[in-house]
């Protein structure tokens, strides 16, 4: 299995700039979620997605951020506009929860807003 | 509500000896209970999980950790250190009832030679 798979790996943009995270998930998962790390605040949960249907998003920032997934082997995570306070490593992970619940990570795409 | 608190920042070695990173949780209900890896520039790797059963884990790469119900604690541990060991360790902790897990702030190892 290649794992949970995730484009860009780096992203640099100015400011106001769209910009559009992609993730595959481990073929067979139900969920999906997106977090975010920076030093500052250490790993933040984003959104959760089961069986593709948003489950909580009470971790999105603010409207500026929006998430999809539109099948079970897609899901992006979109920024419109971007600010230098977005800059953080967004890792996308999937698991199958009610089996064994551990979470398998992507390797993240490290974003810079200028 | 769950948490996690990982007490210490950062956690110094000799290689060769053994390790403890601390992990203490609040949970409701029976709790399910992960320790993951994080090496630089990587994603978050799992290592091992305590669901149900023996309360001593056994995980990947020679890690194990113990839960202690009465304590509130799943201290991860290793009997002998290899300086391939420092990277970043998150504990993690939910519930049957959530799917959702919370992750403590991560403890930096650093494994001396």
């Known amino acids: 299995d290649a794992g949970v798979i995730q484009s860009p790996r780096h992203e640099v943009t100015e400011m106001g700039q769209e910009v559009t995270l992609r993730c595959k998930p481990i073929s067979g998962h139900n969920s999906l979620f997106w977090y975010r790390q920076t030093m500052m605040r250490g790993l933040e949960l984003l959104i959760y997605f089961n069986n593709n249907v948003p489950i909580d998003d009470s971790g999105m920032p603010e409207d500026r951020f929006s998430a999809k997934m539109p099948n079970a082997s897609f899901s992006t995570l979109k920024i419109q506009p971007s600010e230098p306070r977005d800059s953080a490593v967004y890792f996308c992970a999937s698991s199958t929860p009610g089996s064994s619940y551990e979470q398998y990570f992507g390797p993240g795409t490290r974003l810079t807003v200028t | 509500a769950q948490s996690v608190a990982q007490p210490e920042d950062q956690v110094n070695v000799a290689e060769g000896n053994p390790l403890t990173v601390k992990c203490t949780y609040s949970?409701?209900?029976?709790?399910?209970l992960f320790w993951y890896v994080q090496y630089p520039n990587r994603g978050l790797q799992f290592l091992l999980k305590?669901?149900?059963?023996?309360?001593l884990v056994k995980g990947s790469y020679g890690f194990e950790a113990e839960f202690n119900k009465s304590q509130t604690s799943f201290h991860l541990k290793k009997p002998s250190a290899l300086v391939s060991d420092s990277a970043l360790y998150f504990c993690?902790?939910?519930?049957?009832?959530?799917?959702?897990?919370?992750f403590g702030r991560g403890t930096s190892l650093i494994v001396h030679p």
């Open positions: 305590y669901i149900t059963g023996d309360n």
């Open positions: 949970v409701s209900g029976n709790p399910y």
């Open positions: 993690a902790v939910t519930s049957g009832g959530s799917y959702i897990p919370t």
